[in-house]
């Protein structure tokens, strides 16, 4: 499979606990997005990244989520000292500049739940 | 207000029928528009990019209008498989999609 890969699929965690997700894009794309969907509503935007710079980030990224790509391929999202309110489902996309609007690949997401 | 605002639906027809969502965009400096669906608790995939001139796939349709700020999405002949939750997309800088809550469409026999 060449599409987005992102692991585990589901997390259970307890409150305040720490979480770390791993996304691996399409191997010749150098852009990646993380999203974060609840139910019922659209995926937010929650940072980008061209190759390893981490170009933006949104007012939902609070200081307990921290995002890296350190070599510009994978990257790894990580919650801290997690909240009830934290569950959701956790996208990664990826994308590759093209002349036009360059489409997003989404991965399968991340489930998590907070107890 | 939303940035994205789409009717969250559902949206329940018969096979074959024709059916049509729309949805309005606050951020007058958005570039690029797209429709997504997304199967239930699967992740989203591009369904079609939306032009100023407006685009057509098959049985889907899609329109811009950049001076109301609105979008809109036809599809005709519906077919079952076509039973998903369809989101509207506007870009904000840097390729950022900024998606609605979205319409679910159910398609019945």
């Known amino acids: 499979d060449t599409g987005v890969s992102q692991d585990p699929r589901h997390k259970i965690t307890k409150r305040g606990q720490n979480v770390t997700f791993r996304c691996d894009p399409i191997s010749e794309h150098n852009r990646l997005y993380w999203y974060r969907q609840t139910l019922g509503q659209g995926p937010e935007f929650l940072t980008y990244f061209q190759n390893e710079a981490q170009l933006e980030k949104s007012r939902l990224l609070s200081d307990r989520f921290s995002a890296e790509r350190p070599k510009g391929s994978f990257s790894t999202l990580e919650i801290q000292r997690t909240e009830q309110g934290d569950s959701a489902m956790y996208l990664c996309a990826s994308s590759l500049p093209g002349v036009d609007l360059d489409e997003q690949f989404f991965g399968p997401g991340t489930r998590l739940t907070v107890l | 207000r939303k940035e994205v605002e789409q009717d969250p639906g559902p949206f329940n027809v018969p096979e074959g029928a024709t059916v049509a969502f729309n949805c309005t965009y606050s951020n007058s400096a958005s570039q690029s528009f797209f429709w997504y669906r997304q199967d239930c608790r699967k992740e989203p995939k591009l369904l079609m990019s939306v032009y100023s001139s407006g685009n057509e796939d098959g049985r889907f349709t899609a329109q811009l209008n950049r001076a109301s700020q609105y979008i809109s999405l036809l599809i005709r002949d519906s077919k079952l498989s076509d039973s998903a939750t369809y989101l509207c997309?506007?870009?904000?800088?840097?390729?950022?999609?900024?998606f609605g809550t979205g319409t679910r469409l159910l398609v019945s026999p």
């Open positions: 997309v506007v870009t904000a800088g840097f390729q950022k999609l900024v």
